[in-house]
């Protein structure tokens, strides 16, 4: 909450500053021998009440704004005072120099005789245009800091060109009324850096720079990269240990070149450091090494294609900035009408929109921009692929792991729903048919009693007395001997006779323990028992 | 000279004002809330949901309205703030207002498939309001992507949509005036999905957005002292800033589909595309059918909405235009006074 009265009252010192610092500038036309006796105390009067009157008025602001909601109140009715005592002074002393200026030895040319009261208040809005721009700066920076996170980027570039181009205003104003007409200034303010600088804001570039320049630099970072990891690839666990001061010293030979997105891969690379380096003793090296490559040469023609990319959208927006002004002029030589920074810029944003929706709907720019997006996305595929190669021996769960369940999940979801459609359609035959739904009663137990009979006719039956060990199969414990038992299966020899139908007869009638026996070879182990 | 001075002065009066407002303002804001119309989930399966929104007054239709978004960003586009609410006029002219929440996709949502959502997930829902309310069919209220599914779903279930709405949809998409439609022809849809590991960010669809109009951002920051001074609006920006942001990740699979099938080969117009082993054919759809495009609309242009109207099989069809964008259907002032009332008054009709 202080910083919006900071600079309140930062703007209000500042303003006072300015009415003393013009104090003594008016003074020094009242020098003894410049005037005579009369107009000199008129004017000190005049300038004496004028400028008691600025203090007090500023003690009083500066008092208020001790607290801040009070400031804040009081904020519009200050303004629209000071605008009310400016304009009062602003005629006094223009009367003032009307009747003396003469005398005084003064000329007054710009004024042709009358005072201009707006040019007077443009030169002296200056600190409150000051204040208004912290003012709006504060703001912006509250504004930012409830927006969502990944909307902040938008709205700094946004403030960054809109400041960048306001800077270059008063300027753009003098092209404004001269038809753009003046070389130097041209040369100056519409450079290609400039001009380059402003597209890149507003469209949220990333400047590229120089192309040749910074492939170089990529060659050279992975270069430095790989030669790094051959070189260090006897001593794996120390390097991790000494990996920062490894890398600033390579750093420091001017070796890694300082372009942002190789600092973020590098970040990342760093993070991932000790498990990378666990793969390389283990010799997957060269794979990593080819990966790395790969991810260079993508790289390169990623930024080439960005780069052309760029190129289109500035080619096109190049001439918005100079048919913007040559607009304004129009008007300007029309009416005299000067518009006001906020005019200008929207009008430029228009001019710049128009010409870049046309390239956006080229066909080049469409080919281009999915080309950029497939070999951008095709890095990312290569280092996953390296993270996965680097995950592969340590207890995570990688990508590819999660590939398989998610595959697993989704075909246990098809499969659930073509069960859950196949039911939905017996369900209606039956309906059709004139019979209740089925699935509600339990199987009935004359079908469980067949299927002991069938089993037992198959395996052969056996009584208690001659009951074995079931236990020592494996795979058979307490619970389900007794479970067996009372399905009549006593011995090793019935067990021996069992095959796969069985087993799953046996699973139906049991219920649970759902394949334990074929896995588990009951067949086979109870013939060795024999 | 008391004039050129006064506007001067008023002038930067104005200005000081505006500072001052927004300044009281910005300092105010706590929360900035979204989707407050109150409601239940009724149903609920892995990430996707339904929801039920409360009714105050009286039932005055008697057939519930299901409404389909699209996965592309966020429901709550239709209840952003509560004077401008499509759900809640909806709900304040008596009708039972379900929705489905597609919820967030996820790594473990990658092989998820337009059959997942449109099979799986949307006739579960149907049937799942059919049931709560002993109806054998309800109303379809599909938006965008959201209207595409429906339009697919209508066509395979015709005996469980008794009308059938569809908002700002895309049907015909070969269409050269929309960027994205021009953009997806291009689209290497392949090197994305598996580039981005099968669950492809919402940031990078919204930067396709954002291209749309590549100014309209600078130009609503521009505003920005002028829309903060009014509460109101500031508010309002907050909201649709917040909504913008939001965009859910898409399941890699279904963008894969969705945008080979639809984009890059038209396949739902041309009687080609196929779902669960099912062709889909428009002309299945015979339920009264009202179709609502936006004159202006730069995201859905009406040349891809308004085919569907000689595609289908109804004889009750409707064409709609709303005369605003895309985005104004929603939030517009004409979508609350006119369009909403507009659609309840149609289903009511139909009920």
Redesign the interface.
Known sequence: MSNQFDTIIEGQKKAMEFWSSLSEQMAKAFKPEATNGKAKDDAQSLFTEWFRKQQEFFENAVKAGQDPQKALEKAPEQMRQWMEMQTEYAQKWAKFYQDNAEKMGLKLPEFKGAFNPAGFFEEGMRNWREWMNKGNKWMSEQVYDRMPYNMRPHFTNFMESYDYLHRYWEPMQRLIQNGMYNKEMIDKYFSPEAYQKVVNQMMGFRPVGNTSELIENVNKWFETYLSYINQESGDWSSVSDTWKEKMQEYMDKGNLPFFEMATDFNNRMRDQLAPFYNIMAQGRQTEVAKLMRDIQFAYIAFILKSAELQSKVYEAGQFAMPDTVRDLYKKFKDNKDMPDYQDFFQHYVNTLEDTLLDVLHSEEYSKLQSEVAATGTSIKAMTDKIMELTYADLPFLTKSDGDDIAKEANALRQKMRKLEQKVAELEKALLLAGRPMAGKEEAVPETKGASKKKLIDKIGAASKAEADDLKQIKGIGPKLEEMLNELGIYTYRQVSKMTAREYDMIDELLGVFQGRAQRDEWAKQAKALL | ??N??AK??DQ??E???T??D???N??G?KD?DIATAPRKTVWEDGKVKLYHFEREGEARAKTPVLISYALVNRWEMMDLQPDRSLIRKLVSEGIDVYLIDWGYPT???????L??YI??NLNDCVDFICEEHGMNKINLLGVCQGGTFSLIYASLFPEKVKNLVTLVTPVDFDN?EG?LF??A????VD??V?????IVPG??L?TGF??L???N???K??A??ET?ADQGRLMNF?RM??W???SPAQAGETYRRFIKDMYQKNQLIKGEFVLGGRKVNLKNIKMPILTIFAKHDHIVPPETTTPINDLVGSKDKELMEFPGGHIGVFVGSRSQKLLTPAIATWLKERD
């Not at chain 2, 790594?107 to 498939?113: A, G, L, N």
């Not at chain 2, 022809?185 to 290497?188: A, I, L, Q, R």
């Open positions: 000279m008391s050129t001075n001067l002065s930067i009066l200005r000081v004002n500072v001052s927004a300044l009281r910005i300092s804001v900035v790594k473990v949502d990658r092989y998820k498939t059959e997942d099979l799986g050269d960027l021009k953009w022809k291009d689209m290497d090197a994305i598996d580039g981005f590991g099968g940031d990078f919204n954002d291209l109009k590549p100014m951002k600078t130009r920051y521009m920005l002292p903060m907050l800033e917040h913008v942001a939001d």
